[in-house]
């Protein structure tokens, strides 16, 4: 959401940083925590969360239906291997994720993506 209050393309910024073959998945438990910040929220939360959900859904990522029977963080981090990117800015996510091998893309100065770990290239 964040991105979104500070003016990121999210979807074109992870193109120019990801290798084609990489799909962009949003689990289906960030599109329900999503639609409950809509609800809850107001002001420029309320926008923000909107335009994620929004961008979220748009045909630029595809949704992977996840079971919500653990905190959201927990099953984020059990669906993702060492091969994927977790994108976030949850600083104790990003840090759980780097201690599984999990590469991490977050917002870096309000204004570009930075990667912590390694992008793996197709060796073909």
């Known amino acids: ?3 979104i209050q500070l003016g990121v393309d999210v979807v074109e910024e992870l193109k120019l940083l990801l290798p084609s073959y990489y799909d962009l998945i949003v689990p289906s438990i960030v ?4 639609t409950s910040l809509k609800r809850k929220a107001k002001g420029r939360d309320k926008l923000a969360s909107g335009i994620a959900l929004q961008i979220a859904q748009s ?19 059990k669906f993702c291997t060492g091969d994927d990117v977790l994108c976030t ?4 996510l990003r840090k759980r ?13 309000h204004r ?4 912590d ?3 793996k290239h197709d060796s073909v």
């Open 31 to 34: 599109i329900d925590e999503l």
């Open 1 to 3: 959401m964040m991105m």
């Open 59 to 77: 045909e630029a990522f595809r949704i992977v239906e996840i079971d919500k029977d653990d905190h959201v963080d927990n099953l984020l981090l």
């Open 112 to 115: 570009f993506l930075e990667v």
């Open 97 to 109: 994720a780097r201690k599984r091998g999990i590469t991490v893309v977050y917002l870096r100065q």
């Open 117 to 119: 770990g390694y992008i």
């Open 89 to 92: 800015n949850d600083k104790i």
